[in-house]
């Protein structure tokens, strides 16, 4: 209905004499600042029992301007002290992940799909999600990222809203809103199970393979 009242005013225009119509360009978005004002917004949040026992709100950290966007489950304690994500042992081997296919962490942003710390870092609840997700759609639609890299199964469900194994999700790419969309292993789950770098590996691979235009 907008649209089409639009339309009949830009005819109404035209057969008025008006042949052109000279539109403000709008205002270039600073990401950086607006997400760092969305941060400050949000960082007393009480919209599920995740903030009783919260420390510091992680909402996410990186570049405002990346080409990929890496989605985990949730902080954990060290992301809690600091206010960060992903800066205790799963960071450190997350940073390590990307170098080996030659990315760095101030290229890429960093998100979970909660912003607060789950007591004993058991899987967020349902209703936890639910209240959180709202907070990492805004980012990606802020950031607007080329690729999405998700760390887990946990945060695969909840994003991708499809029930299946890790195994199956790493079997193919998705489309995320139009931004293809690739599923791995969560770096903590690869410290409790070495031997699962070797197929975490192999997903780096093919996300390196479409980031680089191999």
């Known amino acids: 209905m907008y649209n089409k009242a639009i339309k009949q005013y830009l005819e109404y225009l035209k057969l008025s004499g008006i042949q052109d119509i000279f539109v403000k360009p709008p205002l ?23 903030h009783v026992e919260r420390n510091k709100f992680c909402y ?10 890496i989605i985990g489950e949730g902080p954990g304690a060290e992301e809690d002290r600091m206010g960060k994500v992903f800066v205790g042992r799963s960071g450190q081997l997350l940073t ?23 007591p004993d870092n058991r899987n967020p609840l349902p209703e936890e999600k639910s209240a959180c997700l709202p907070y990492l759609e805004e980012q990606i639609s802020i950031i607007q ?15 991708l809203e499809i029930e299946q194994t890790l195994k ?10 139009g931004i293809k969309t690739f599923v791995s292993y969560h770096p903590s789950a690869l410290l409790r199970n070495p031997n699962w770098k070797t197929f975490a590996w192999i997903d780096l691979q093919k996300l390196q393979k479409d980031y680089f235009g191999q």
């Open 28 to 50: 270039q978005i600073n990401k950086t600042e607006l997400l760092k004002e969305l941060e400050e917004k949000y960082h007393t949040c009480t919209k599920c029992v995740l």
């Open 60 to 69: 996410g950290n990186g570049n405002a301007d990346a080409r990929l966007l």
């Open 145 to 159: 990222p080329e690729f999405i890299l998700i760390l887990g199964k946990v945060a695969a469900v909840t994003l």
């Open 96 to 118: 390590k992940m990307l170098s080996a296919i030659n990315l760095s962490r101030e290229e890429v942003y960093i998100a979970n799909i909660v912003k607060c710390r789950p």
């Open 168 to 177: 199956a999700f790493r079997q193919q790419t998705y489309n995320f809103n």
